[in-house]
């Protein structure tokens, strides 16, 4: 995984709430056994017409969403499924931020992963990006702030070790393997064993 | 000491490394459940770093996503759907062989859905932190064990270091009273729930359930209410274990034997939340008050009474959408829609008292015209004990179609799916857009709504054959 500081972008809006992680990817592409690949899948049956022609009406296939980096979703985008498949999906297919009002959970660690940023901003802020499809907006992941064109600045949580990992690109599996002393010693100290 | 939920006496029963502002705690994990669907890249990592699978003993790995489910006489007859897949059950077998796992494969007696074998084998235990690379993981926590589902970079972690790096999470008591009524199931219990509280309710939580009407749960109930935790958006689900869990794990083969088991025993009473506990945020509701609950949108919090009509969603755009895709109107109860294709199954719903439930209301009956209904047992072990039963010639004589054990019509992407457009009344446990099939519509319910609903050839309230 690659560092991620700044990203600016125009923004592509899907403003349904609940956008789960089938719509994200279908299970009928989650035989693959490799990590390449995966944007063509992206939101498939919303992006094709049954005839395999792109879907004219949705937001990613707008000639004016080409090149964003960032994508703004209804409340609770992610929901559902363990499927690392989805953030991949979206990285894969060049977004680098999702901004929502809120984020489901394994979704979230997903994606911190992998170097995807899940920005959750306030309502007002939400709205007014709903509203405004298209926007540039700046993500600082430093300051933890998204910047809108006004110079309107919200600030996102986010936990003080994944900003570390992303800012860095640290491979997390790397970070727990400095501590496999203390993971023999807990094995061997603890009063039953499984 | 201060008083502990049941959640957190789990919890810090397995921090290797306390958290700090600055990095998550260190969490050991005492049960790793893969299968082919979210490890091939794992165990590519841990190639490419020359890693071993730490603790093969606590690995249990099988195959059930990705795996058909057409009746065979020999394993050896499985038609694998494409090359994809069957490349894909092909690599679990040579990464378990390369990396000294026991797979649970083809031909095991044991082999199911992994949600499934973990309880059946007695490796599901109280007190233990269980993962899968499967969101449905919170099913193990009906033994009182802190189960969740990770994404597959985590699952590299685990197999690597039998750790994770976690934030602790939040606790949500959900206190469900009274006494459910006759010709209603957990199935039913936990669609209430999760249309109560929202299909965002639990997240950055862990639930706990209690109360009369969760003791009075059988286990396989149990499971079927923490299975949809993840639902609600939860991290995990929750049960303080008692004698009915007590009763489930005695003798099973990963169960603790002889004086082992005294001593877990022992162990696994104190297991529940002190009475003083403090949780972040609190539900109640009343359980004698449910009825048969279907759902009628695209996500499980978008459910109501099997006879209740179905609501209007005013101006929200989304609730719009899914009744649109759903082809449902508002106004009118989900019993006035005719249904193509019923089935039961998932780990959800596919255990040997789902499978009862459902024979109940086949029994001397048939599966209406028109309606395709397939019954997938969870194992290989419920399709035994099913057969044993007799259950599979009342299935079979009512009409529908008796499988081979695995996920099947919940995830549509082993042959077994819904047709583009189909009305599908489902024990699964996601209605999502496509789900079962590109375009398929996705009805969730009891084994009981969804047998009766084969019957009668339309979403039936299941109470009018007992």
């Given at each position: 995984m690659t560092g991620v500081r700044h990203i600016s972008s125009r923004t592509v809006v899907l403003?349904?709430?609940?956008?789960d992680t089938d719509q994200i990817i279908?299970?009928?592409?989650?035989?693959?056994?490799?990590?390449?690949?995966l944007g063509e899948s992206l939101f498939y049956d919303l992006r094709y017409?049954?005839?395999?022609?792109?879907?004219?009406?949705?937001?990613?296939?707008?000639?004016?969403?080409?090149?964003?980096t960032v994508l703004v979703a209804g409340n609770?985008?992610?929901?559902?499924?363990?499927?690392?498949h989805a953030p991949c999906a979206l990285l894969d297919y060049g977004f680098r931020a999702i901004i929502s009002t809120e984020i489901a959970d394994i979704f979230r660690n997903n994606a911190l992963k992998n170097g995807l940023v899940p920005v959750v901003v306030d309502t007002e802020t939400h709205r007014w990006l709903l509203d405004n499809p298209g926007a540039e907006v700046n993500i600082d992941v430093q300051d933890a702030t998204v910047a809108l064109p006004d110079g309107r600045k919200t600030r996102f949580p986010i936990d003080g070790f994944a900003k570390h990992c992303l800012l860095e690109g640290i491979d997390q599996l790397g970070f727990l393997r400095q501590h496999m002393d203390a993971i023999t010693n807990f094995e061997e100290n603890r009063p039953w064993t499984p | 000491m201060s008083a502990s939920t049941l959640f957190e006496k789990v919890w810090s029963d397995h921090v290797v490394v306390a958290e700090t502002a600055d990095t998550p705690a260190v969490l050991y994990i005492d049960l790793h459940i893969i299968h082919e669907v979210t490890t091939p890249q794992a165990f590519s990592v841990l190639r490419e770093q020359e890693?071993?699978?730490?603790r093969p003993d606590l690995t249990l790995p099988t195959m059930d996503h990705s795996t058909p489910t057409t009746p065979v006489?020999?394993?050896?007859d499985l038609a694998v759907v494409g090359d994809d897949a069957a490349n894909q059950i092909r690599q679990m077998e040579i990464n378990c062989d390369e990396f000294g796992l026991d797979l649970i494969g083809?031909?095991?007696?044991?082999?199911?859905?992994v949600h499934v074998i973990g309880p059946e084998l007695g490796a599901?235990?109280?007190g233990k932190t269980i993962v899968c690379g499967?969101?449905?993981?919170?099913?193990?926590?009906?033994?009182?064990a802190l189960a969740f589902g990770i994404g597959t970079t985590e699952v590299g972690h685990v197999l690597a270091t039998q750790c994770l790096l976690q934030r602790r999470p939040k606790t949500l008591s959900i206190d469900v009273g009274g006494t459910m009524p006759e010709g209603v199931s957990a199935k039913d219990l936990i669609l209430a729930i999760i249309g109560k509280?929202?299909?965002?309710?639990?997240?950055g939580h862990v639930i706990e359930y209690r109360g009369e009407a969760i003791s009075s749960l059988d286990m396989e109930s149990r499971m079927t209410v923490c299975n949809m935790s993840i639902e609600a958006g939860a991290r995990a689900g929750m049960i303080a274990p008692d004698d009915t869990t007590f009763e489930y794990l005695h003798?099973?083969?990963r169960s603790p034997q002889g004086a082992d088991w005294d001593t877990a025993v022992e162990r696994w009473r104190g297991l529940r939340s002190d009475n003083d506990a403090q949780f972040d945020q609190t539900v109640t509701l009343d359980a004698s008050t449910l009825q048969p609950m279907v759902t009628?949108?695209?996500?499980?919090?978008?459910v109501i009474g099997v006879n209740d009509p179905v609501p209007d969603g005013g101006d929200d755009t989304s609730f719009r959408k899914a009744l649109d895709y759903m082809r449902i109107e508002s106004?009118?109860?989900?019993?006035?829609n005719a249904v193509d294709v019923v089935f039961i199954g998932s780990?959800?719903?596919?255990r040997l008292s789902d499978i009862e439930e459902a024979a109940r209301v086949l029994q001397g009956r048939k599966v209406a015209d028109g309606v395709r209904m397939l019954v997938v047992p969870g194992s290989q072990q419920v399709k035994n004990e099913a057969e044993a039963k007799g259950l599979d010639r009342i299935i079979l004589e009512a009409g529908a179609e008796w499988r081979e054990a695995g996920?099947?019509?919940?995830?549509?992407?082993?042959?077994?799916t819904v047709p583009q457009g189909k009305l599908s009344v489902s024990t699964s446990n996601r209605n999502f857009?496509?789900?079962?099939?590109?375009?398929a519509r996705t009805v969730l319910a009891s084994p009981a709504t969804a047998a009766a609903s084969a019957v009668q050839g339309r979403v039936s309230d299941p109470r009018i054959f007992s």
């Open positions: 403003p349904t709430k609940d956008i279908a299970a009928r592409f989650l035989t693959t056994t490799s990590r390449d690949g017409r049954a005839d395999g022609g792109d879907n004219p009406e949705f937001p990613l296939n707008d000639p004016e969403a080409r090149g964003c609770n985008f992610g929901c559902g499924s363990s499927r690392e | 890693l071993p699978v730490r006489s020999s394993f050896k083809f031909g095991n007696a044991h082999r199911g859905i599901t235990q109280p499967d969101s449905h993981s919170s099913t193990h926590g009906a033994f009182g509280i929202g299909v965002d309710g639990g997240t003798g099973r083969p009628f949108g695209t996500n499980p919090g978008m106004g009118k109860p989900m019993t006035e780990c959800t719903n596919g996920c099947s019509m919940c995830i549509g992407m082993n042959g077994d857009e496509g789900r079962q099939g590109v375009g």
